[in-house]
């Protein structure tokens, strides 16, 4: 099993310039999630996927932030315009809950800098 | 609501020292509890967890047991090397839901 993959492992844009995130869960895994990770504010959870279909947003921090999941094998958080405050290392992960024994697992992370 | 505290880093030992990292938390429900370390450069993963008061999750020579009566999961271990040099987080799930609720991580440096 490959694990939790995402792209592109680093990311340098300009401000004002459209970044797009992409993650595929391990394959049978039905949630998804975006959290976005700094030093000041630690892990944040940005928004999960449940069978495809976004559960709760609330994390996501305004509109300039989107995220998709069309089927259940590819996700993408998408930025635009991004902005210097958006340098941070984003992660995914995927998880099943079987009985109670909760797969979490997290993909390596982008690192996004926005210059 | 739901939240995890853990004892405020960085923490620095030596190569050999015995460890605690201090976590408790807050839940509206029955929380599943977790460690979870960072390396450098890389994502989280799961170290251990407990999903049930007295219980013992242990792996790679860590330890942590679950106390309701004290809302804890204190992380220890009895000899720690330069390779547990690593962030750790400490997490809950309530039991029937799938957010994932972390501290805000410890960062432990152990020199030789």
């Known amino acids: 099993d490959a694990g939790v993959i995402q792209s592109p492992r680093h990311e340098v844009t300009e401000m004002g310039q459209e970044v797009t995130l992409r993650c595929k869960p391990i394959s049978g895994h039905n949630s998804l999630f975006w959290y976005r990770q700094t030093m000041m504010r630690g892990l944040e959870l940005l928004i999960y996927?449940?069978?495809?279909?976004?559960?709760?947003d609330s994390g996501m921090p305004e509109d300039r932030f989107s995220a998709k999941m069309p089927n259940a094998s590819f996700s993408t958080l998408k930025i635009q315009p991004s902005e210097p405050r958006d340098s941070a290392v984003y992660f995914c992960?995927?998880?099943?809950?079987?009985?109670?024994?909760?797969?979490?697992?997290f993909g390596s992370g982008t690192r996004l800098t926005v210059v | 609501g739901n939240s995890v505290t853990q004892m405020e880093g960085p923490v620095t030992l030596s190569e050999e020292a015995f460890l605690t990292i201090n976590c408790t938390y807050t839940?509206?429900?029955?929380?599943?509890l977790f460690w979870y370390v960072q390396y450098p450069g890389e994502g989280l993963q799961l170290l251990l967890k407990?999903?049930?008061?007295?219980d013992k999750g242990s792996n790679k020579g860590f330890e942590a047991t679950y106390r309701k009566e004290t809302t804890s999961f204190h992380l220890e271990k009895g000899s720690v090397q330069v390779s547990d040099s690593a962030v750790y987080f400490c997490a809950l799930i309530i039991q029937g839901a799938q957010k994932l609720v972390f501290g805000q991580g410890t960062r432990l440096t152990i020199n030789p």
């Open positions: 996927f449940n069978n495809n279909v976004p559960i709760d």
């Open positions: 992960a995927s998880i099943i809950q079987q009985g109670g024994n909760y797969g979490y697992t």
């Open positions: 407990a999903t049930k008061a007295d």
């Open positions: 839940a509206t429900g029955y929380p599943s």
